[in-house]
């Protein structure tokens, strides 16, 4: 049977609800969304529901010189599911663009949101002209959202998903891949916020620095007074192609002493250098080739989390991005 909510009700969901994730006092960026924003996404999932189809979503600027400030809501009631997917893209000029969104997820008792994007934008040059995307996030209560990312292009991206595990039970993932070279700038992570019992939390973040780019990575784990067995994984990855790349890890554990909670933080740093490609090379694969091997092995347990039709294209997207960084 199709459900259908009256207008009313959907105004009333979309004013109960928008900025109380995201605050305007969060920090600039938030401030400026929230002053300029006029359009985005609204979905909401009614209690008991199963959304029987993915939702796709595409911002695009096609503009010189322009901002994109959309925002998005979703909200899942009680044990109801939804999964979304956004993409964003934009065309290459020499003038500076500007992306700065707002993303809010509310996640009601046993409901599941599953959030995927990719970021596809002008990757700039060496002066920083380019895109600039700039993006918020997020809420749970008693309930499980999963968000997973690949950034790639712009200049420079500051984006930095969070998570406010404040039922019990409740379970926040976060699985990135951030991408950069030639001269670009990425500044992810994540914060997983504990404030209730028996909470878990997922980190799985990936970085591929080329070029002259570089890599940040900072991650926030915070277990307050009452998250009683907590328990979070943190796994933070990079890997260098080049001499000239750069990739830095900045991981923020803050907990209560005596706490019961459990946390656990593993962090590597790897490279593609002559030996690697050789080895490939004595097999009769050159070296594109060879790298694309080693990335797509690098990033599948984050890339196998996207839709099943998305895990094709990202993937291409990042051999598109890594071409000539090796040889």
Aim: proline share 2%.
């Amino acid at each position: 049977m199709k459900r259908v909510l009256p207008q009313e009700s959907k105004k009333q969901n979309l004013q109960a609800n928008v900025g109380k994730v995201v605050s305007y006092a969060d920090n600039y960026y938030a401030a400026l969304n929230a002053a300029v924003f006029t359009a985005g996404s609204f979905v909401y999932i009614p209690k008991d529901t199963k959304c029987p189809m993915k939702i796709l979503t595409d911002f695009r600027i096609n503009a010189k010189e322009t901002g994109q400030f959309e925002r998005t809501l979703i909200v899942a009631d009680d044990r109801s599911f939804v999964e979304y997917f956004e993409g964003c893209t934009s065309p290459s000029y020499d003038k500076n663009q500007l992306h700065a969104a707002v993303v809010e997820l509310h996640c009601n008792e046993e409901a599941e949101i599953k959030y995927s994007t990719i970021q596809n934008w002008d990757t700039g040059d060496e002066n920083g002209k380019g895109t600039y995307p700039y993006t918020l996030l997020t809420f749970n209560r008693r309930s499980k959202i999963s968000w997973t990312q690949v950034e790639t292009g712009s200049a420079i991206t500051w984006k930095h998903p969070s998570v406010v595990l404040k039922g019990d039970d409740s379970v926040g993932e976060f699985y990135s891949v951030a991408v950069t070279n030639d001269f670009q700038q990425a500044d992810t992570g994540t914060r997983m916020i504990h404030k209730a019992k028996n909470t878990k939390s997922v980190i799985n973040s990936k970085s591929i620095s080329a070029g002259k780019s570089r890599t940040t990575y900072r991650g926030l784990v915070q277990v307050q007074s009452r998250a009683d067995n907590a328990r979070n994984s943190s796994q933070c990855d990079s890997m260098l192609i080049g001499d000239m790349s750069a990739a830095n890890t900045y991981p923020d554990i803050q907990q209560v002493k005596g706490s019961s909670a459990r946390i656990e933080h593993e962090a590597s740093t790897s490279k593609i250098g002559e030996e690697e490609l050789f080895y490939f090379q004595q097999r009769g694969i050159d070296n594109e080739r060879a790298r694309d091997a080693i990335v797509f092995g690098y990033c599948g347990d984050v890339l196998e989390n996207l839709p099943d039709e998305i895990g094709a294209e990202a993937k291409a997207l990042l051999s598109l991005r890594l071409t000539k960084s090796v040889g």
